[in-house]
């Protein structure tokens, strides 16, 4: 009902820049939370990245701040991912997630496929 796309991962140099986008689409009436999640490796807990409510309240993992930004745009239901001055250890699969409003009259935790990002010289 649901569906999340994810796009901009990629192989990018220490130090540099990517864009993620994520776009839901399906029966969505409103979205609540809007955020990123990240997998680094097996036998580690997916963690949050950053997440942005639809009031533009944004939270940030510490690891990433002041050099990750999200932001969204409500209208189109997208969700954005600006991450500069990455580091080796960013290297992971990165996962969109939106807590969407949709038929039934309930809220459902939608994913995306997920994206990786290689971060290495």
């Known amino acids: 009902q649901v569906q999340l796309v994810e796009s901009g991962g990629g192989l990018v140099q220490p130090g540099g820049s990517l864009r993620l986008s994520c776009s839901a689409s399906?029966?969505?009436?409103?979205?609540?939370?809007m955020g990123w999640y990240r997998h680094q490796a097996p036998g580690i807990a997916r963690e949050l990245v950053a997440?942005?409510?639809?009031?533009?309240?944004?939270n940030y993992a510490d690891s990433v701040k002041g050099r990750f930004a999200i932001s969204r745009h409500n209208a189109n239901n997208t969700v954005y991912l600006q991450m500069n001055s990455l580091k080796p250890e960013d290297t992971a699969i990165y996962y969109c997630?939106?807590?969407?409003?949709?038929?039934?009259?309930?809220?459902?935790?939608?994913w995306g496929q997920g994206t990786p990002v290689t971060v290495s010289l």
């Open positions: 997630k939106a807590q969407a409003f949709t038929s039934g009259n309930r809220y459902l935790d939608a």
């Open positions: 399906g029966i969505i009436y409103s979205i609540n939370d």
């Open positions: 997440v942005i409510s639809s009031g533009g309240n944004e």
